[in-house]
């Protein structure tokens, strides 16, 4: 990463687990805090300079939890652990970790993603709005299940295709509580996952659900072009939401 960029990355555990943490430099930060879920390639914003520049631009403290490929989903898979769920991980304890290192506390944490991880921030959002009310994804792997039968950790957290995509994020929607505040962006040359981002942009739109998308814009497909091309829009609409969150606090 530049030297010349503000604040610094660093790998802390959070209940015997590893997590990356950005921390932004000086005591004037945002009121905020953003908890990113990585995707199935297993790769955080550590020190990825243009993430990390947005970060900095606002001010806002980053906590990246290594989630393996769980799908971030509240279903154990060995994978990641025997016993606790992924998505209790996150609620039980990397919110109160961030609550502690910064007294940053729901509904002031936002919640972003990448890939799988951008269908886990929904995930968590859609079953816990009031908690997070601000989301934010790039190219959300909505229809998992699709995955199902390639030898990866899905095999074994569910029985078949259709138990999977029963979890999946576009049937989890409750028509009366859902995020204030919700963003997602595909590229459309994203083969894998425009489709049923579409879809879901679909169920949102007819539910009468307010949200924000961007399925237009191209750069690179499912690519970190993509990703790091949609980074100013994404940190900045979590972080101008979660501004407005303070104010409904205060």
């Known amino acids: ?86 998505m209790s991980y996150l609620r039980e304890q990397v919110v109160p970790w961030i609550s502690e290192q910064w007294r940053i506390a729901p509904p002031l944490i936002g919640l972003m993603g ?18 997070f009310p601000v989301v934010a994804a790039i190219s959300p792997a909505v229809d998992f299940q699709k995955l199902m039968g390639q030898g990866l950790p899905l095999d074994e957290m569910f029985v078949d295709a259709e138990a999977a995509r029963q979890q999946t994020v576009t049937l989890n929607l409750h028509p009366l509580n859902w995020p204030r505040h919700q963003l997602f962006v595909c590229d459309p040359t994203d083969a894998g996952w425009y489709e049923g981002t579409e879809c879901l942009a679909s169920k949102l739109a007819s539910s009468g659900i ?37 104010r409904r606090e205060a």
């Not at 959070?14 to 990356?20: T, V």
């Not at 001010?59 to 769920?85: E, K, M, Q, Y």
């Not at 237009?216 to 993509?226: K, L, P, Q, V």
């Open 1 to 86: 990463m530049a030297v010349d960029i503000p604040g610094r990355w660093d790998c802390v555990t959070i209940a015997g687990k590893r997590a990356d943490v950005y921390s932004p430099a000086g005591d004037d930060l945002h009121p905020g805090a953003i908890l990113f879920l990585h995707g199935h390639r297993l790769e955080t914003l550590a020190g990825n300079e243009v993430f990390t520049r947005e970060f900095a631009r606002h001010r806002i403290p980053v906590v990246c939890p290594h989630g393996a490929r769980s799908w971030w989903l509240d279903r154990i898979c060995t994978d990641f652990d025997n016993a606790l769920t992924p």
């Open 210 to 246: 307010l949200f924000e998308c961007d399925l237009e814009t191209s750069a690179g497909g499912h690519s970190w072009d993509y990703f790091n091309f949609m980074a100013e829009r994404t940190v900045g609409f979590v972080a101008e939401q979660l501004l407005k969150e303070s």
């Open 114 to 131: 990448i890939s799988m991880g951008g269908q886990g921030a929904f995930q968590l959002a859609y079953r816990h709005a009031r908690e």
